[in-house]
């Protein structure tokens, strides 16, 4: 596609439930991003992969959390046993590699923990 | 560790004035400066970026941007803004990293 795909774009989950957020990349982006965007704030770093290594999941909040990109494509943010506090946008971004390179979100994954 | 810091909240403006959104910035290296802007119930999308080069750098939807690397600053500017500019703002910084770092954002609110 044109853009940096990301399902759903709503979920709500009910505290306690494993939920999975789908990301599909610009063809070509060798490094895919996920960030974690709170109501009225800016987005913070969640983890990092260049195809499918994951090289960077320093932002990552809990061992509830998981990515993965097993064919470096499409990647996948899990989250396990939901909490109230994991109530937010999930951006998934990608770029070409190297430092200079435009980062291009998706829309993002808004989750909804009640 | 890199940072950026935009210290307006946010910028009320009439309809046909100029906007200037602040930016500033701290790096260890070479800084790679972007702006983005995020409409509501919607993503980030990408408005311009300082690489290298000429200070001034042009963007989408009119936005320009100056950096100025004794001040550490990559103000955003447009010189006659819309209502349709009404939105959430962000600048971010990459270092020799590879990931941004955002700003808390500045929400614009151009009035008719």
């Known amino acids: 596609g044109a853009g940096v795909s990301q399902s759903p774009r709503y979920k709500v989950a009910k505290r306690g439930q494993d939920v999975a957020l789908r990301c599909d990349p610009i063809s070509g982006h060798v490094s895919l991003f996920w960030y974690q965007q709170a109501l009225g704030q800016g987005p913070e770093f969640l983890t990092y992969?260049?195809?499918?290594?994951?090289?960077?999941k320093s932002g990552l909040p809990s061992d509830r959390f998981f990515a993965e990109r097993p064919e470096g494509s499409v990647s996948t943010l899990k989250i396990q046993r939901t909490q109230q506090e994991d109530s937010a946008v999930y951006l998934c971004?990608?770029?070409?590699?190297?430092?200079?390179?435009?980062?291009?979100f998706g829309e993002g994954s808004w989750l909804t923990v009640v | 560790a890199q940072s950026v810091a935009q210290p307006e909240d946010q910028v009320n403006v009439a309809e046909g004035n100029p906007l200037t959104v602040k930016c500033t910035y701290s790096v260890s290296g070479n800084p790679y400066l972007f702006w983005y802007v995020q409409y509501p119930n919607r993503g980030l999308q990408f408005l311009l970026k300082y690489i290298t080069g000429d200070n001034l750098v042009k963007g989408s939807y009119g936005f320009e941007a100056e950096f100025n690397k004794s001040q550490t600053s990559f103000h955003l500017k447009k010189p006659s803004a819309l209502v349709s500019d009404s939105a959430l703002y962000f600048c971010a910084v990459r270092d020799i990293d590879y990931k941004l770092s955002f700003g808390a954002g500045t929400t614009v609110t151009v009035r008719a």
């Open positions: 971004a990608s770029s070409f590699r190297g430092t200079g390179n435009t980062i291009y």
């Open positions: 992969f260049q195809n499918e290594a994951q090289l960077d």
